[in-house]
């Protein structure tokens, strides 16, 4: 995982950027050609459209047809070189103008290819075709044929010999001074079958060879005496230990060298994708990094500071493999920038004493990474540190988000929601990683199908986001901690912190451990204990004063008379609420003469009265009309006693008489409204009485007025 930014200025971007797959530019380029557009104009509109969604391109068609092979940038660090196919050709790119120099073809691919010169006037190329190219500024200069295939390709500055690596045993020198062949160095040939890698040490030019083979290691040899110095051996057991599965792709042996500046330390690339860190001074490696994939190192090279001074540059290694670039810590071996381009890496070259990275892969287009903490940026584009906060947004330059609009990503069990798991290996999803990509438009259509309620889910969703955004804003009562008990603790608390201005002091009554002081009852504190007076004797309840105990009388006196005063005002408006509505109805309703209907007797009626055992009077013998008297009496008896009576019938009836004492109008009286006089409310404190009206109570004034102008003289008596 990378630690540190990394921003894709050309070519394709690395893992962990929202890249935009090459099908979705077929799609697109197809589409526009069935609409009747040409080819060119169909492309030159995808290139437009991929500069549109902030693909930055840093140098000019910096790329190749098919694939590109080897990349490097001169000694003067103002052009770049690289070799690509197909057709194989080389190219060369004015980093001050950020395009396309010239480009020149060969008749083969190319191998390995080194600068002779300061700028790019001079190089010599290793062919895959046996032959060895020396080109100049104009033309091809000269080509001449090696004995056997070769592998790797160094020079030796001080002699001018060109030092080519391939298979056998022997390292084959052609000397460009002399412009001849000179004699080839022998390895063993028992143990070397051979060389894949030639370094040649900047420091004090000490030769290395990366030999495979039984004897897979690195040889040293001194250029001055042209005879082997030295051998690492490889640890065969450490190496294959992990590595077992690929056994039989090759034999164990060395891939890539790199030796660094200070002379002492050499980096040694493996076929099973690790790299050893060996000190020249001792046979076993200092350190050791893994790739991971189990492929062979393709390229290495030590980091350069560009202060010159110890950095975060200093002491980094750079390792690439066909998947993966690392870029570690020789002394923990902790990963500061992982990389992994979507195309294979055929060769790394990251630019001296700067930040930027090159890659030649296996795209049309070659990759260029820029990260800051490595280093600044080259001197031909300072202007790169300043756009890198454009880049934010996108750590390595990936399409932008609207590269994605056309396109819904859905995993497995999304798909099987929508049921569009039969078009599984159609046209219509394209796999990716975990699921596929689909139209929009398809995507949109089944999530109505399955679920027709969405846009209602979605509306009543956005509504519910709407309310609680604006219920954000109102303002809230600021929440308060619970405070069961010690609640004079928790006041105080408070008030130091409001008086200090302190907020540490009143999150204590937010913090969870102490939160038990303030709920738990086993915590309460009993200010009434001789504990508690001993311990805090400014905190002991004091007896209350004779002044303060009589303002408080006082206070409560008046809080009294004050709540009677204004019952007795509620009851007094009310009443003058019950005047003014009558009066308005006295004057609102017109004077009217009514007749007043003549009151006519109701004509007696023979009535069936049952008697009941109690009521019969007298004894059998009796005559009606006795019997009949007796009961007219005793009626009579009753009415006498109460007006207001009940009989009950002899056939189960029930009679009621009662009369009435009062009328409605007896039962309202008007109450003379009382005048408002003075009114207390504190200790010493009145209002609503004169200076005049001193002394005077409800019975009468008690002492005489003062300060008076008296009729008899005209003047104020004191």
Known sequence: MSTAKVYCVNGQPSSGASSLPQWISKRRLAAERTAGKSRKRSKAKVKERGLE???????????????????????????????????????????????????????????????????????????????????????????????????SLAYHFPSCDTLIGGTGNQV???NLEQGRFLNPLDLDSTTVEGINAVDVNPAHQLWSFGVEGSGAGVKFWDPRSRNQIGSLDLPAEYLLEDNIANLGSGPLGVTALASHYNGLSLAVGTSTGHTLLYDLRASKPFASKDQGYGLPIKNLQWLESASGRYDQADGKVASADSK???????????????????????????????????????????????????????????????????????????????????????????????????????????????????????????????????????????????????????????????????????????KNATKKGKQDDQALLNDDRFKDMFENPDFEIDEESKEYALRNPAGVNKGKTAVEQEEEESDRDSMDEDMSKDSSSEDEDEQEEREEESDDNIISTPRQTIAVPKQTKPKAKPTLVAGTVSEQTGNASDSFGDRLKGIEKKQQ??????????????????????????????????????????????????????????????????????NVRMASNNALRR
């Open 324 to 494: 993966v670039i690392k870029i570690w810590d020789k002394e923990s071996t902790e990963n500061y920038v992982n990389l992994t381009p979507e195309s294979d890496i055929n060769d790394m070259h990251i630019v001296p004493k700067t930040g930027l990275i090159m890659l030649a892969n296996e795209a049309p287009d070659m990759s260029s990474y820029y990260v800051p903490q490595l280093g600044p940026a080259p001197k031909w584009c300072r202007f790169l540190d300043n756009i890198t906060e454009e880049l934010e947004g996108d750590m390595t330059g990936g399409t932008g988000p609207s590269a994605w609009s056309d396109y819904k990503f859905v995993d497995k069990n999304e798909l099987e929601n929508l049921n569009l798991g039969h078009l599984v290996g159609t046209a219509a999803l394209k796999p990716y990683m975990h699921g596929f990509f689909m139209s929009s438009e398809l995507y949109s259509t089944a999530k109505m199908v399955s679920n027709p309620f969405a846009y209602a889910e979605h509306r009543e969703k956005q509504i519910q986001d709407k309310l609680e955004k604006q219920a954000e804003s109102r303002i809230r009562n600021a929440t308060k901690p619970n405070v069961k008990i010690n609640k004079n603790l928790a006041d105080k608390v408070n």
């Open 53 to 151: 969604e902030s693909q930055l391109t840093l140098i000019q068609e910096f790329g190749f047809p098919e694939a590109s092979n080897k990349v490097r940038t001169t000694p003067d660090g103002e052009f770049a070189l690289a070799t690509g196919t197909y057709k194989p050709q080389v190219r060369c790119y004015d980093l001050r103008e950020l395009a396309l120099k010239w480009e020149r073809h060969t008749s083969s691919e190319n191998v390995d290819f080194q600068i002779l010169s300061n700028d790019w006037t001079k190089s010599v190329h290793l062919q895959n075709d046996r032959t060895v190219s020396v080109h100049s500024q104009s033309q091809l200069h000269y080509s001449i044929r090696v004995p056997k295939f070769g592998r």
């Open 637 to 706: 008896a009753k009415k006498a006693e109460d007006t207001s009576s009940i009989r009950r019938t002899g056939g189960g009836g029930m009679e009621m008489v009662f009369q009435p004492k009062t009328t409605e109008a007896d039962d309202y009286k008007p109450q003379p409204k009382k005048q408002k006089g003075r009114e207390q409310f504190g200790h010493g404190l009145e209002k609503g009485a004169l200076v005049q009206d001193e002394g005077t109570d409800e019975q009468g004034r008690s002492r005489r007025r003062k």
């Open 172 to 174: 084959y020198r052609l």
